[in-house]
């Protein structure tokens, strides 16, 4: 049973298309190419026009159905934005185009001749272009329905005669392999990046924002023009080396991480992160008397969430977040700020 799980996860996940926020990136990088993918194919059905013997007996009614349908798969690839609005796109233009390289090959002789390497050429070509290996197995059903459909068996009259069979399903299976292994390293490449992005902008250990993302968020706010007063507070907790070297470094993070959650969970909306050590800071939006009954309630949170099992406590700096002036002139006013509250006592915040 064990084993058959396994097998049933592992072909759920080749066939299953990536998340949301995936599936956007994919169709950022994808976008371009897809396009270019499609023109191709219009450039070829209309040279294989042009390329025509002058005997030959092309359906212009067809021909102008194919068009058509040209014409709207590439005008939807082209104004889209979304991913499942390039696969409508997408499906579209390849079925149209594989139905036109159909009418080309029943305007000349032997068309079975050239079904079977245009089919196998379309099928592979797109395999890179589809995020679902479903989506990619419909469309080439689609594909080789039309180029088959009338065209096989080559020679009835010859019983056991199998190779076009042979030649479908060796492209089909060559395209769905080429699908996957596309599709899986774009995955891990998203994987990769959003790992990458995650360590560059994340605290490891608490999950908050980083210094580097912090500030950066900090600078944007700094710079908007409708937003209302913003005063930067910047937490401390109280004698961190002595609870480290009393109850040791793994005891510390915990207390860091606890701390931090006490923050996230107080902060709301608002901006918070973790600076560096036992230093955290914030980006509190509204007046002088809000922050100061915010900060009120963040000190005395603390306290109480670690109160009487450990003397746990944070010192709060405040300062107002001055548009005009560089972001470190409101990080030394806050500094200063924690600076004086630790000096009367601790626990206890204090606004430049």
Request: glycine share 10%; hydrophobic share 60%; no cysteine.
């Given at each position: 049973m064990a084993a058959i799980q396994f097998l049933?996860?592992?072909?759920?996940?080749?066939?299953?298309?990536?998340?949301?926020d995936e599936q956007q990136k994919f169709f950022a990088e994808i976008r371009h190419l897809s396009i270019f993918m499609?023109?191709?194919?219009?450039a070829g059905y209309v040279g294989g026009y042009w390329l025509m013997p002058a005997d030959n007996h092309f359906n212009a009614t067809h021909g102008i159905w194919v068009m058509s349908g040209i014409a709207a798969g590439l005008g939807i690839s082209i104004f889209c934005r979304t991913l499942p609005m390039l696969n409508v796109g997408s499906v579209m233009l390849i079925l149209s185009v594989t139905s036109g390289f159909r009418g080309l090959a029943d305007s000349v002789s032997n068309p079975a001749?050239?079904?079977?390497?245009?089919?196998?050429?379309?099928g592979m070509t797109m395999a890179p272009l589809f995020s679902s290996s479903s989506l990619y197995l419909l469309v080439s059903t689609g594909i080789?329905?039309?180029?088959?459909?009338?065209?096989?068996?080559?020679?009835?009259q010859i019983p056991g005669e199998h190779w076009p069979e042979l030649i479908i399903g060796s492209a089909v299976v060559m395209g769905l392999s080429l699908n996957i292994c596309f599709r899986q390293l774009r995955q891990r490449n998203h994987r990769v990046r959003r790992d990458l992005e995650r360590l560059a902008f994340q605290d490891a250990l608490t999950g908050m924002h980083n210094r580097r993302s912090f500030t950066e968020r900090a600078q944007q706010m700094q710079q908007r023009k409708d937003t209302p007063s913003l005063y930067f507070l910047m937490i401390d907790i109280d004698n961190f080396?002595?609870?480290n070297d009393a109850f040791g470094h793994d005891f510390g993070d915990q207390v860091l991480k606890k701390t931090a959650d006490i923050i996230h969970q107080h902060a709301g909306h608002h901006l918070s992160g973790r600076l560096g050590g036992e230093e955290f800071g914030m980006v509190f939006e509204g007046d002088s008397d809000a922050v100061c009954a915010f900060a009120?309630?963040?000190?005395?949170?603390?306290h109480g969430n670690f109160y009487p099992q450990h003397a746990?406590?944070?010192?709060?700096?405040?300062?107002?977040?001055i548009s005009n002036a560089d972001l470190a002139y409101s990080y030394k006013r806050a500094d200063a700020s924690l600076y004086r509250a630790k000096s009367e006592g601790k626990n206890r915040y204090v606004l430049a």
């Open positions: 049933k996860n592992f072909f759920t996940g080749l066939l299953t298309a990536a998340d949301a499609q023109w191709v194919g219009i001749f050239w079904v079977l390497p245009m089919g196998a050429i379309i080789w329905v039309i180029f088959g459909y009338g065209n096989f068996p080559l020679n009835p080396k002595k609870i009120a309630a963040l000190v005395r949170a603390v746990v406590s944070i010192s709060v700096g405040i300062a107002e977040l």
